[in-house]
Antibody, heavy 121, light 106 residues
Framework: EVQLVESGGGLVQPGRSLRLSCAAS????????MYWVRQAPGKGLEWVSGISWNSGSIDYADSVKGRFTISRDNAKNSLFLQMNSLRAEDTALYYC??????????????WGQGTTVTVSS | DIQMTQSPSTLSASVGDRVTITCRAS??????LAWYQQKPGKAPKLLIY???NLESGVPSRFSGSGSGTEFTLTISSLQPDDYATYYCQQYNSMGTFGQGTKLEIK
């Protein structure tokens, strides 16, 4: 069974950093692109970042560019999101999602249950 | 950036009804469109990809159609399990989502 389990969320002060992790199982991790998508409380879905199978292609939403860094460790079947200079508007449930293909195509077929990030003083 | 607009934002319907949700793109996205279903407290679930391809395990009462900039998700006969929020997503350029359509019990 394909499974994605996010961790690392929590309450953090504005301007501080947080690192999210996503542990993948049930599929060949390094065959697929991976993504982070977030959902602010009571709001819709917003794509955050994506990374191709070999980390050769990476992209970010304008709202996080320069502050967030996506990475992956294929040997450990893990996806990461380093979030720096956090703002109140980054408060959201962050989902890890598996792509349908290996490159950065932005179509996602399996989602984790999410980890909550709250940015507040 | 490509913008996605769903309509309606909220839809009230009864069990057995035929339901249609529309999604419009600000520019052509060819056939690179997906539909997701999200229930409260749960992660989104992929229903349809590439406009009309049903994801494995999704009931056949769900269908998708359209091309270019206008797309629809149709539920042929609404079931109790279908009450949820539905999102379209274009993946022609990045992965912009529509704002969602909440399907409520009438």
């Amino acid at each position: 069974e394909v499974q994605l389990v996010e961790s690392g969320g929590g309450l953090v002060q504005p301007g501080r950093s947080l690192r999210l992790s996503c542990a993948a199982s049930g599929f060949i991790f390094d065959d697929y692109g991976m993504y982070w998508v977030r959902q602010a409380p009571g709001k819709g879905l917003e794509w955050v970042s994506g990374i191709s199978w070999n980390s050769g292609s990476i992209d970010y939403a304008d709202s996080v560019k320069g502050r967030f860094t996506i990475s992956r460790d294929n040997a450990k079947n893990s996806l990461f999101l380093q979030m720096n200079s956090l703002r109140a508007e980054d408060t959201a449930l962050y989902y890890c999602a598996k792509g349908r293909g290996s490159s950065l195509t932005w179509d996602m077929d399996v989602w984790g249950q999410g980890t909550t990030v709250t940015v507040s003083s | 950036d490509i913008q996605m607009t769903q309509s309606p934002s909220t839809l009230s319907a009864s069990v057995g009804d035929r339901v249609t949700i529309t999604c419009r793109a600000s520019q052509s996205i060819t056939n690179l469109l997906a539909w997701y279903q999200q229930k409260p407290g749960k992660a989104p679930k992929l229903l349809i990809y590439q406009v009309s391809n049903l994801e494995s395990g999704v009931p056949s009462r769900f269908s998708g159609s359209g091309s270019g900039t206008e797309f629809t998700l149709t539920i042929s006969s609404l079931q109790p399990d279908d009450y949820a929020t539905y999102y379209c997503q274009q993946y022609n350029s990045m992965g912009t989502f529509g704002q969602g359509t909440k399907l409520e019990i009438k």
